[in-house]
C-alpha cells in the first residue's frame, strides 16, 4: 500500500510529507517472519518533500499558541488553514512521490494544546481539518492519532515509541531512538525488559524562543549553532533551568510549549541572580541543557546506542554536547543508520500508523505511553471512492523493515 504521511511538529516550522510502500510479511502474508513468528513490516521509502507554512498561517498560528489568549474564531481559521496547508503537501507529494497514485494519507495535523496536569494529560488538541487533504488528494485521511491513547489513560506522546520499537528490536546492547524537534523524546528497548519512552524535556523549543527575541524575529533558530559556538555556558543560568520539576517527574510523561515557551524562559531569567548573559552565552546555556536532559534520561536506562533524528540533528553545536553528556555511555548515530531518513523519520512513523489503522491495528505502545491497552488510533476520514476496508491480519506486526526503493 502507498501511504503518504503528513507531519510538522511542536517547532511548527514546515509541513513534512513523507511516501512510503508499505506491505506485511511474514505470519499473515508472504515470506519469513521476524524470528518470533510475527509478521514484519515492510517499508520501502518513496521520498519527501517539505514546505514552510505560509506566513500569514504561521503567525497566526504563532499568536494562538499558550501562553497566548485565543479565540474560537481563531481556531476555526487556524484549523481551516492548517488543513488547506497540509492538503497542498499532501497532493504535491502524490503527484512527485507516488506518480498519483497514493492510496491513504495519514496526517499528525498540529498540536496547539496538550493538557497535562501533575503527570496526567486529561486531552490534546490537533488542528489541521482532515476534509481539506481528501478532496485534495481523493485518498482516505487517518487523522487525530492522539485522542484514542489519552482516552484510554495514556500520554498521547510519543506515538512514535511503537515505530521505534518496531526498527530497533534485533540491535545488541540497549538500543534507544531519539527525536530532536521543539520537545526531545526518546524510546529506549532493554533486552528482555519493558521498553519505555517519554519526552524528555525542550528540544529545540527554548533556543528557538531565544534567538526569535534575541533577534526581534529576525532569526527563527540559531543556524548551524553559530550562536552557541560562540558563546559560553552560564552555569547559574544552567543550574537554575535544571530545577524544573518536570525533569523528576517519573515516566511517562510528556509536555509541550505549554510549559517550555518564551514565556517560562524569560521568568527563569527574571529570577536569576547576578549579570545577564550574554545573547551568545544564553543560547549555549539553552543548547547544553537540551543535551544535558536527554544525556539525564538516557543514563539510568543504561542506553548502549542511540539513534538521532529531528531538527535538533542539524545543530553539531548540540550534536557536539549530546556526544560529550554520553561519552563512555552511549554512541550518538543517526536514524539513517536504521534506513530512515532524520529530517523524515516522524512523518515516516506517521505513515505507518495510518497503515495499522486502516488495517484494524494498534498504533500505541501500552508500555511507553502509559495507555490501559493498545488501541487502533485515529478518525477516518472517506476520500473520493466508495471506503474499502482490508482485511485485519490476524497479528500486528512485531518488526518493522526499511528496503532500499
Known amino acids: 500500500m502507498r501511504v503518504v504521511g503528513l507531519m510538522s511538529g511542536t517547532s511548527y516550522d514546515a ?34 518533500v517539505s514546505e514552510p507554512y505560509p506566513d500569514e498561517v504561521r503567525g497566526a498560528l504563532a499568536a494562538a499558541l499558550p501562553p497566548a489568549r485565543t479565540t474560537l474564531a481563531d481556531v476555526c481559521r487556524l484549523d481551516t488553514r492548517i488543513g488547506q496547508a497540509f492538503a497542498a503537501v499532501a497532493a504535491r507529494a502524490d503527484r512527485e512521490l507516488c506518480g498519483g497514485r497514493a492510496e491513504l494519507v495519514a496526517s499528525h495535523g498540529q498540536t496547539v494544546f496538550h493538557w497535562a496536569d501533575a503527570g496526567r494529560v486529561h486531552g490534546t488538541l490537533q488542528l489541521g481539518e482532515p476534509a481539506w487533504i481528501a478532496e485534495a488528494t ?110 523528576r517527574l517519573p515516566p511517562p510523561r510528556t509536555t509541550g510549549k505549554e510549559l517550555f515557551h518564551a514565556g517560562y524562559l524569560r521568568a527563569v531569567l527574571a529570577g536569576c541572580a547576578g549579570p545577564a548573559p550574554s545573547p551568545q552565552d544564553l543560547v549555549a546555556t539553552l543548547t547544553r541543557l537540551t543535551a544535558r536532559t536527554v544525556a539525564g534520561a538516557l543514563r539510568p536506562l543504561r542506553a548502549t546506542e542511540v539513534f538521532a533524528s529531528g531538527g535538533g540533528v542539524r545543530n553539531p553545536v548540540l550534536m557536539g554536547m549530546l556526544r560529550e553528556e554520553l561519552a563512555g555511555c552511549a554512541a550518538v548515530r543517526g536514524s539513517e543508520e536504521l534506513g530512515v531518513p532524520a529530517a523524515a523519520k516522524e512523518a515516516y512513523a506517521f505513515a505507518v500508523l495510518g497503515y495499522l489503522t486502516l488495517h484494524g491495528l494498534p498504533g500505541n505502545a501500552p508500555g511507553c505511553t502509559g495507555a490501559g491497552g493498545p488501541r487502533v488510533l485515529g ?27
Do not use: K, W
Not at 513523507?18 to 520501502?44: F, K, R, V
Open 15 to 48: 509541513i513534512d510529507a513523507a511516501a512510503a510502500d508499505l506491505e506485511l510479511s511474514g505470519a499473515d502474508g508472504n515470506g519469513a517472519g521476524d524470528g518470533d513468528g510475527g509478521p514484519t513490516l515492510q517499508l520501502t521509502p518513496l521520498g519527501m
Open 138 to 247: 481523493g485518498c482516505p485521511v487517518v487523522s487525530g492519532f492522539r485522542p484514542r491513547d489519552v482516552a484510554a489513560g495514556g500520554q498521547g506522546a510519543p506515538l512514535v515509541s511503537l515505530v521505534d520499537l518496531m526498527l530497533l528490536r534485533g540491535r545488541p546492547g540497549v538500543p534507544a531512538a531519539l527525536n530532536i524537534g521543539g520537545i526531545a523524546n526518546l524510546t529506549v528497548l532493554p533486552p528482555g525488559g519493558e521498553p519505555m519512552a517519554f519526552d524528555t524535556g525542550p528540544g529545540n523549543a527554548l533556543v528557538d524562543a531565544a534567538v526569535r527575541d534575541l533577534t526581534g524575529g529576525r532569526l527563527a533558530y540559531d543556524e548551524g549553532g553559530a550562536l552557541a559556538a560562540a558563546g559560553r555556558v552560564h552555569e547559574p543560568l544552567l543550574e537554575r533551568l535544571l530545577a524544573e520539576p518536570y525533569y
Open 379 to 405: 478518525s477516518l476520514t472517506p476520500g473520493r471512492l466508495p471506503l474499502r476496508l482490508p482485511e485485519p491480519p490476524s497479528r500486528a506486526p512485531h518488526a518493522l523493515v526499511v528496503r532500499g526503493p
